[in-house]
Every structure is written in C-alpha cells, then in structure tokens.
C-alpha cells in the first residue's frame, strides 16, 4: 500500500492512518484517531504505523442484519456491561477504556 511523503505521514491523517483506523487486526485496534491530524495519536501514544496489510470489518458478528440493530448494537453491550460491574472502577473502566476491556480478576 502507498503512502506519502514521511513529513506529511508524521502530522497528517493520511490513507495509510486511515486505513490502520478502520482494521480489525490485533496491532491496530483502537489506534489512529487523531482526526485531521495524526500527531495527537503520537501524543496520547494511540499511534500505529501501517506494518501489515489491514484486515477490516468488527471483531465480533453481530448476528443481525437490521439497520437499527447495526447502529446501536455496542451501546447495549456497553449497557449490559455496566449492569454487571462489581464496583464502580470497573463501570469506569467499561466506559473508558474500550471495547474488549475487562477487570483483571475476570481475564
């Protein structure tokens, strides 16, 4: 896959960052999005240079074809989660720390 020049590749959300952004693989996943501009991924240190080719699409089915269902799908999850948090460090880290988090003692 081609990428620019690295001057622009250093600040610049260019396709290459695009395309780690939208990849299912495990060195990619919740990385790049710094929006207009990469740097901010290099910063809070969610940067991911594109190393392998991108596997693209969700980690998990979500069994349904409907639209709705589609869209609001991992809000319900995250919901579900929090219903089930022991303490309330573990409904934060649900909240912030992403999708697949879990406490220590549940891994």
Known sequence: MGKLPA????????????????????????????????????????????????????TRPVGSVNPLWLQVHEYVDIARDLRGARRWRDGLGYLLRGPGWAPAESR
């Not at 590749?9 to 990619?28: F, G, K």
């Not at 501009?37 to 080719?53: K, M, Q, S």
């Open 7 to 58: 001057t622009l590749e250093w600040w610049l959300n260019t396709p290459s960052h695009h395309r780690v952004h939208h990849a299912s693989n495990v060195p990619y996943r919740d990385r790049n999005y710094g929006g207009a501009l990469i740097v901010w991924d290099r910063l809070f240190g969610t940067f991911a240079a594109e190393t392998e080719a991108p596997v693209y699409g969700i």
